[in-house]
């Protein structure tokens, strides 16, 4: 068997993204959000994105989710060694994934500020959560864990630092659980959950950069999303000296 039959790489295009959406609305999968109600008689599925490397890719996700009417929660970072939502690039792309419809919420860095007990996580998130809510103006009611730790981990209750966390015992005990954290499905592949008739509520975690318009592995995803990120840096400078005519004249001769 390849490596591309064992990963399944061929899983993770847009293309197949828009497909694994379509098949949970056509199996009668409602999207909620964190905040709804818990209904048990209710087919429901909290689709999360945590939002890792590239924002831009996660609009393309959350494009293709409205299209079809489907609502997910995108949880973003604010110390992520790979994008700033604070870019003013990037605040417009937040703004956009909101304005479809979609919910936010804070992707926590329990590793920046090292945090060992419950009293600092409470105090970090809520600091977190204020200057989050501040700078991009808007209200958020819910946070996920970035990297987990045995302490995160234990962290099961229902809310730190007046938000919502998804890692609560609520969440685990009544929710099934698929994730591509590392490119690949760890566990159970995304499809054969979604056909799984005996699964009634079900949390579905996705990251951006692992999902690319052609097939790749997931090392040439990350590869992609970097590369595609260094080329619109190099434009938006070279073309802005160009449009204002002020690329040095030997510049232009190479
Ligand atoms: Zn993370």
């Not at 409470?122 to 204020?130: G, M, R, T, W």
């Not at 052609?214 to 802005?240: C, I, K, T, W």
């Amino acid at each position: 068997m390849t490596n591309r039959e064992k990963y399944r790489f061929d899983d993770f295009t847009l293309d197949n993204y828009r497909r694994l959406v379509a098949l949970a609305l056509e199996k009668g999968f409602e999207f909620i959000s964190y905040t709804d109600e818990f209904v048990q008689e209710r087919k429901d599925i909290l689709w999360r994105h945590d939002v890792e490397f590239e924002p831009d890719i996660a609009l393309k996700m959350a494009e293709i989710e409205s299209s079809l009417g489907a609502k997910a929660t995108y949880f973003f970072q604010i110390h992520c060694p790979y994008y700033n939502i604070f870019d003013p690039h990037y605040t417009e792309v937040f703004n956009k994934i909101k304005s479809l419809g979609h919910f936010v919420g804070l992707h926590f860095d329990s590793h920046y500020y090292g945090i060992e007990n419950e009293s600092q996580l409470n105090e970090y998130i809520q600091l977190d959560k204020e200057y989050f809510e501040r700078v991009l103006k808007v209200k958020i009611d819910t946070f996920s864990f970035h990297n987990t730790t045995p302490f995160t981990q234990s962290c099961l209750e229902p809310m730190y630092g007046g938000l919502i966390n998804v890692y609560s015992s609520h969440f685990k005990n009544n929710f099934n659980y698929c994730g591509d954290s590392l490119g690949y499905w760890r566990f159970d592949r995304l499809e054969d959950v979604l056909n799984n008739e005996s699964v009634q509520h079900l949390q579905v975690l996705t990251h951006d950069a692992n999902w690319t318009e052609e097939v790749m592995s997931p090392r040439a995803r990350v590869h992609q999303f970097v590369y595609d990120r260094a080329e619109r840096l190099y434009n938006q400078q070279v073309n802005g000296l160009i449009n204002k005519g002020l690329l040095c004249p030997r510049e232009k001769q190479n």
